[in-house]
């Protein structure tokens, strides 16, 4: 700095930053709009697989989600298991979770209320099979396989 | 201080900027971008009689089978992926004129069956390009009756429309429970 420092001491101007928060503040409000809260750890790896036929699914309040796939924690092992909220869980589970999930809605939303399984792409059928047939017997007959979106060829 | 001589002194606005950096991380840190979007399933109710198959004829009835080797076989002939979706179309659009397939395109079924060891991945594909068949025919009936594609008509203003193509052309995609073909 001393450099370009005359010998009366002038210092040099301090640089405007008075517009610098109002550029923050649009970024602010940018993820505020474009993204949504985080309401779960991922206890399993879930590399969705792709589709192109996919559809958004509309409200969130209406989903339950599911997740199968391989422990993020290889201490327990590769082969796939199923996390229902933030745990680990079994498939007797899902009927007990499902049931819970539906007391806190609005009885008249249950009908509408959608089941999201999130599968790992190396999953077999066998497990989501007996997810499927668990979800029928407590008539929650809306699923979703959730996919990643393709590009159409 | 006291550089130079003001009336009215200004504000400081410095620490707006930390103020604001420190939401848009605590934003960064706590949301994720990503929109739920998946293919979308009805299964049935359970039922405690059994269905009547029987009463299908076979020819109405397409038979889609992925064994645990993700092999694809359709009315017992070994099939690659990629030729699926136009087989389904065919199956779909056929109106009698073939006698192996369906007779009318309101009484085609497609049924679904996999094997307990068939990859998810592969279900997914199959699983997509049996709707994405559904999704052409419906779009290519559209087109020719109303000059819209199925997507592109509007759910409040026209929905004898979308009623009149999902009558002409039900989604009736069964997936079967699954058997175990060759577990050892």
């Known amino acids: 700095m001393s450099k370009f420092k005359k010998d009366g001491g002038r210092s040099t101007p301090a640089i405007n930053t008075s517009a610098l928060p109002d550029i923050v503040f649009m970024l602010l409000f940018f993820f505020m709009v474009a993204t949504k809260m985080r309401d779960r750890e991922m206890k399993i790896r879930t590399k969705l697989p792709q589709a192109t036929e996919v559809e958004k699914l509309e409200k969130k309040s209406r989903l339950h989600y599911i997740f199968v796939g391989?422990?993020?924690?290889?201490?327990?092992?590769?082969?796939?298991?199923?996390?229902?909220?933030?745990?680990?869980?079994?498939?007797?589970?899902?009927?007990?979770?499902?049931?819970?999930?539906?007391?806190?809605?609005?009885?008249?939303?249950?009908?509408?209320?959608?089941?999201?399984?999130?599968?790992?792409?190396?999953?077999?059928?066998?497990?989501?099979?007996?997810?499927?047939?668990?979800?029928?017997?407590v008539n929650a007959l809306k699923l979703s396989y959730t996919a990643a979106k393709a590009a159409k060829d | 201080?006291?550089?130079?001589?003001?009336?009215?002194?200004?504000?400081?606005?410095?620490?707006?900027?930390?103020?604001?950096?420190?939401?848009?991380?605590?934003?960064?840190?706590?949301?994720?971008?990503?929109?739920?979007?998946?293919?979308?399933?009805?299964?049935?109710?359970?039922?405690?009689?059994?269905?009547?198959?029987?009463?299908?004829?076979?020819?109405?009835?397409?038979?889609?089978?992925?064994n645990s080797a993700d092999l694809l076989l359709v009315e017992g002939d070994v099939m690659s992926i990629d030729k699926l979706k136009q087989k389904c179309k065919d199956h779909l659009t056929n109106e009698g004129r073939d006698p192996s397939l369906a007779s009318s395109s309101t009484k085609a079924i497609v049924s679904l069956k996999n094997d307990r060891g068939t990859s998810y991945k592969m279900y997914v594909q199959?699983?997509?390009?049996?709707?994405?068949?559904?999704?052409?025919?419906?779009?290519?009936?559209?087109?020719?009756?109303?000059?819209?594609s199925y997507s592109d008509l509007s759910p409040e203003r026209e929905e004898n429309k979308i009623k009149d193509v999902k009558s002409k052309y039900p989604k009736k995609l069964s997936e079967a429970e699954p058997v175990n073909i060759g577990v050892k």
């Open chain 1, 70 to 137: 391989p422990p993020l924690d290889e201490t327990l092992g590769t082969s796939p298991r199923i996390q229902l909220a933030d745990a680990f869980a079994t498939v007797d589970d899902i009927q007990t979770y499902i049931t819970m999930e539906n007391a806190k809605k609005d009885e008249a939303e249950v009908p509408y209320m959608t089941t999201s399984l999130k599968a790992d792409e190396t999953v077999k059928m066998g497990i989501v099979s007996d997810i499927k047939q668990e979800l029928r017997k």
């Open chain 2, 126 to 148: 199959v699983y997509n390009e049996l709707t994405a068949a559904y999704n052409e025919v419906r779009d290519e009936y559209s087109m020719r009756t109303y000059g819209k």
């Open chain 2, 1 to 66: 201080m006291g550089k130079r001589r003001r009336d009215i002194p200004e504000i400081n606005a410095g620490s707006m900027a930390d103020i604001a950096f420190l939401l848009l991380v605590f934003f960064l840190v706590t949301t994720t971008m990503d929109i739920p979007t998946g293919l979308q399933v009805a299964l049935p109710p359970i039922s405690e009689t059994p269905p009547e198959n029987s009463q299908q004829k076979k020819r109405e009835v397409l038979e889609v089978l992925v």
